[in-house]
């Protein structure tokens, strides 16, 4: 799947309410089943029609986009079912979360039949009915047969076989089916049989079933309701990824489980049909009202895992060109494509599928690759093999996209997808567990097929922002989530869905560039190439990658290891965490510690007596050494020493490509900064980013002072790479600092002090805005940092860029075909209402009501929070709560008012004094993410229990004890930082 967005995880927020939806219904249907499963069994018709009787499970339509939004629910879990005498199975095979190894798929022939008409455009009716036939091979002889299915109704199961070995034929045997019933807790259909089945032959199960479409789900088989030429369409495609083949068929749904599939789809005529494979012929039939549908036929698949199966039927237009033979597709609404919207990613498709078969040495299998742009996909993107797809968001170009970082995301989301044919759909992890050998290497060829394009990208400064900061912040000692898990940890469906996060991506991502960086590019794409030859069309645990990699050390002389390879990495992905790498340059000693998050003395006692074997690229005075392995606890190294009259600097950790953060003593952070003020230029731009984002971090988790962390941004004058002022502004102006009007003691301090330094690169930034802004067109950096470097100065009062969101804001409200630049318009939105009164907020909320684009909508209720008014923001959460139907669907706007910089208190009482209208807006469970804004300020045991009280009122007993707990953690943090505050403080006042 795409990597997933900056909000971290992957688990789908309709998955929870719906099943707590479907329980009810559940429930009923499992009665209603239970009755039915003689039947089912007993009945030998194979009738493709939906049986619309009792079989129907009656279910509810899942959330619909219109309703309040609801907080983002826990992973998946399955409805409890009580065990009543009627459905009370003694424990069995069906209370494991693995298949048993008694049958292996080969071959399925699928059908499937969605109702789907284009003048019925309704959802919550709409079904689908389907036909499965599956060739298995028999290893242990069982009467028991398990398949996973979910949300299915069966209408009839049938065994036939022992096959003929030569013609395969199934008519000379049947094996009776006497019941079939669910194991819902690991979602199992469950076929018990009149006799046993024989190791060593093949039978064909026949099942017909059918099941319901869902609208704004994107698991299994669902619906998007979207505008194109001006009218209401339809289209319905497919998600599988990880255990969602289960809604659509009774399948085999493990990834190691590969078998071919011959897929049959019946639609209406005016849609077209696709699938993995091209189409191989069309056909009409009729069904019992005498309507004509469309059966189109797809040439079988090769061997692959169920995840990857995957249909769309929609009324779309496509361009199209030709790769090398193989036909790419781009598909999305036709307005779209005769914009030339697909245009940009229809280029660059061939020349990325070219690049990575040159690269690995391996064609792709398939003859077309379709892509289909889906209006709203909450995956982001998904691989499946001959038939990708992605949110429209991320696949089409518009024009005014020319300003955003569009063009980067499509680029790497589309690499990312790509690199999947190769990493997923040609070699598939063994089990869930190992799905980094999937995501992690996806998404580090991400930077180097962009790189490959452009050479000119800067792929290091890439890699740190979009994912080293992000996993680095996140990953600690006391995480427990390794990058690699043990499949038998995991005892839930909804576990596997958890581990579509930033370990898996980010840091699995970086397992593999830290691998290349030791092991030399060419014998790191070396070692892959054997690895996906080897596994093609097959399955590969983490020691199967392991093995290719020493096989690739083992036959050269040149790089020799201090250990196997796999010892080396289990170091890595086995254990949560990351090391602290101490350099004492005086000495030479380097040390390694976990990081801990805010580490106390003797923290590693309490856990973790691993080390980490760890490579050390370094650098001396700007020259690149040789590597050096830390595979002890300590080990010294005499070259790195440096005494106080040179003028010598080392770094550890050359391009950041190793997974841990550097630490120096105090001679060694001294000489750095010494450099750094004399002449920054001559530390390469990653390394300077390197050096704020671990001295940040160290001092915040009490790994140094935070006096070290604050000398390194006394150069700052000199600095003119706007990524590295990103990082400075990200870790010292933090939206903590800024909405805390306690303090008012640091804010002068850090104004003077900032300003001094800002000067430089707002001149710059500020005039390309007002002068010449489409040159930064292809900029990637500082159309990402831009906003926070224009938010800082605006907030430190800086007039010049106070004066230029005036003029903005007042350009585009006079003339609004003056845009305001993409990069800055969250800034100029929110200053142009906070410098304006009455009047310009009521001018936004008229653009707002206006808007249809959910980004577009988000972004002017920001705005509209950043009044400094009370009373603006008051009216504003009351027309939050009252309007009705209501207009601000978007967002909490309690929230986005107590977020603002003066709102916090002004959305405390309104909340206090409102709380019931609040709750049937927003939820009683939204206070909980409300305490945690609102909680920023809190220190003192008289203002948690003002807030407890509140709360003791309002809340159940359960989420009274949660806030209580939480409100604790807040003041003990909040007291932390008022520490950490007035030592900037305190270092401001000396350094101002
Ligand atoms: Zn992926």
């Not at 010892?567 to 090391?579: A, E, L, R, V």
Request: glycine residues 4%; aromatic residues 10%; charged residues 20%.
């Amino acid at each position: 799947m795409g990597p997933p967005s900056s909000s971290g995880f992957y688990v789908s927020r309709a998955v929870a309410v719906l099943l707590a939806g479907l329980a009810a219904a559940l429930l009923l249907a499992l009665a209603v089943l239970a009755a039915l499963y003689g039947q089912c069994a007993r009945d030998p018709s194979s009738e493709m029609q939906h049986r619309g009787g009792p079989g129907a499970a009656p279910v509810q339509p899942r959330k619909q986009k219109e309703q309040p939004p609801t907080p983002k629910p826990g992973p998946a879990r399955k409805p409890a079912v009580a065990a009543t005498p009627s459905d009370w199975r003694p424990p069995g095979p069906w209370d494991q979360l693995r298949l048993p190894p008694w049958l292996v798929p080969l071959h399925y022939e699928l059908e499937l039949w969605p109702r789907l008409q284009p003048d019925q455009l309704s959802a919550p009716a709409l079904r689908f009915t389907g036909r499965v036939n599956i060739t298995v091979h028999c290893i242990v002889s069982t009467a028991r047969l398990l398949l996973h299915s979910l949300l299915l109704d069966c209408d009839s199961a049938e065994v036939r076989g022992p096959l003929s070995p030569v013609t395969g034929d199934a008519t000379i045997g049947r094996v009776p089916v006497n019941d079939v019933w669910f194991a819902l807790d690991m979602e199992y259909m469950v076929l018990e049989l009149g006799e046993a089945l024989q190791p060593g032959s093949r039978y064909k199960l026949q099942l017909s079933f059918s099941g319901p479409v869902y609208q704004d789900t994107w698991e299994g088989l669902f619906l998007n309701l979207y505008t194109d030429q001006g009218e209401r369409r339809a289209l319905l495609a497919s998600h599988m990824e990880p255990t969602f083949a289960r809604y659509v068929f009774p399948c085999f749904d493990e990834p190691a489980l590969k078998a071919t599939f011959s897929i049959t789809i019946i639609h209406h005529s005016s849609y077209v049909a696709l699938s993995n494979m091209p189409r191989l012929g069309q056909s009409e039939k009729e069904d019992v009202n005498g309507s004509k549908w469309t059966v189109t036929t797809f040439y079988t698949t090769p061997l692959m895992p169920t995840y990857l199966v995957a249909f769309a039927i929609c009324d779309c237009d496509h361009v199209n060109r030709t790769e090398r033979g193989q036909e790419i597709s781009i598909w999305a609404r036709k307005d779209a494509i005769a914009n030339g919207y697909a245009d940009f990613a229809l280029n660059i498709t061939g020349p990325i599928f070219s690049f990575l078969e040159d690269l690995f040495n391996i064609s792709y299998p398939l003859p077309k690759t379709d892509i289909i742009a889906l209006p709203t996909f909450d995956k982001r993107a998904m691989e499946n093999w001959g038939l990708l797809m992605f949110d429209e968001s991320l696949l089409l170009l518009q024009p005014e996209d020319q300003l955003t970082e569009k063009k980067t995301v499509i680029s790497s989301i589309v690499s990312h997808e790509i690199g999947h044919q190769w990493f997923g759909n040609m070699v598939t992890m063994a089990w869930w567990n190992n799905l980094w050998l999937n995501e992690g290497f996806a998404s580090y060829f991400e930077f180097e097929i962009i790189n490959h394009f452009n050479p000119k990208f800067p792929r290091n400064e890439v890699f740190f922002t979009n994912i080293l900061y992000g996993v680095l912040k996140e990953d600690h000692a006391l995480v427990f989530r390794a990058v690699s898990m043990k499949a038998e940890n995991f005892t839930e469906t909804g576990e596997i869905n958890e581990i579509f996060d930033l370990f898996t991506y980010n840091k699995g991502a970086s397992m593999a560039r830290m691998l290349s960086s030791f092991l030399s590019e060419s014998l790191f794409i070396s070692a892959l190439k054997s690895y996906l030859k080897i596994f093609s069309f097959s399955n590969a645990e983490q020691d199967d990658l392991w093995r290719h990699f020493q096989m690739a050390i083992d036959d050269q002389g040149k790089i020799l290891l201090p250990a196997t390879v796999k010892s080396i990495m289990d170091s890595w992905t086995h254990q949560s965490g990351f090391p602290v790498i101490t350099l004492n340059v005086s000495t030479g000693v380097m040390k390694q510690e976990p990081f801990y998050l805010g580490k106390v003395k003797n923290q590693t006692l309490l856990t973790h007596n691993d080390t980490w074997i760890v490579p050390i690229l370094w650098i001396k005075n700007g020259t690149t050494q040789s590597l050096v392995w830390l595979d002890n606890s300590s080990k010294v190294f005499p070259e790195m020493q440096v005494s106080d009259s040179e003028h010598d600097w080392v770094i550890l950790n050359l391009n950041m490509t190793g997974y841990y953060r550097v630490n120096y003593d105090k001679l060694g952070w001294k000489k750095l900064n010494q450099q750094l003020e004399k002449d920054p230029k001559a530390i390469p731009v990653i390394h300077r980013l390197q050096l704020i984002d671990d001295a940040f971090s160290l001092s915040k988790n009490n790994y140094i002072e935070i006096e070290t962390a604050l000398d390194l941004t006394k150069y700052l004058a000199e600095e003119d790479e706007i990524i590295v002022w990103h990082a400075v502004l990200l870790n010292l102006v933090t939206r903590d600092l800024i909405s805390n009007v306690n303090n008012y003691d640091i804010y002068p301090l850090l104004k003077k002090y900032l300003l001094k330094r800002l000067m430089s690169i707002w001149n710059t930034y500020s005039t390309i805005i007002r002068e010449n802004v489409a040159t930064l067109q292809d900029d990637y950096l500082a159309l990402m940092s831009l906003e926070e470097l224009f938010r800082t100065a605006c907030w430190l009062g800086l007039e010049d860029c106070l004066q230029l969101s005036r003029e903005l804001f007042r350009n585009w409200v006079t003339h609004p075909e003056n845009e305001i630049p993409y990069p800055i318009r969250n800034v100029i939105l929110c200053y142009g209402i906070a410098l304006g009164n009455e009047k310009e907020w009521d001018f936004l909320l008229s653009i707002y009501n206006n808007k249809t684009k959910e980004e577009e909508r988000m972004q002017l209720a920001y705005a509209m929070g950043c009044s400094k008014d009370p009373w603006i923001l008051n009216r504003y959460m009351e027309y939050a709560i009252a309007t009705s139907p209501f207009t601000f669907n978007e967002t909490n706007i309690i929230q986005v008012v107590a977020e603002s910089e003066v709102g916090r208190y002004i959305a405390k009482d309104f909340l206090v004094n409102n709380w019931q209208a609040v709750s049937e807006r927003y939820g009683a469970q939204s206070l909980v993410t409300l305490i945690d804004i609102i909680g920023r300020t809190i220190s003192t045991d008289s203002q948690i229990m003002e807030m407890q009280q509140f709360c003791s009122n309002v809340l159940e007993e359960h989420q009274r004890l949660s806030i209580h707990a939480k409100l604790q953690t807040i003041k003990q943090e909040n007291l932390e930082k008022k520490k950490r505050n007035a030592r900037i403080t305190a270092w401001l006042r000396e350094n101002t």
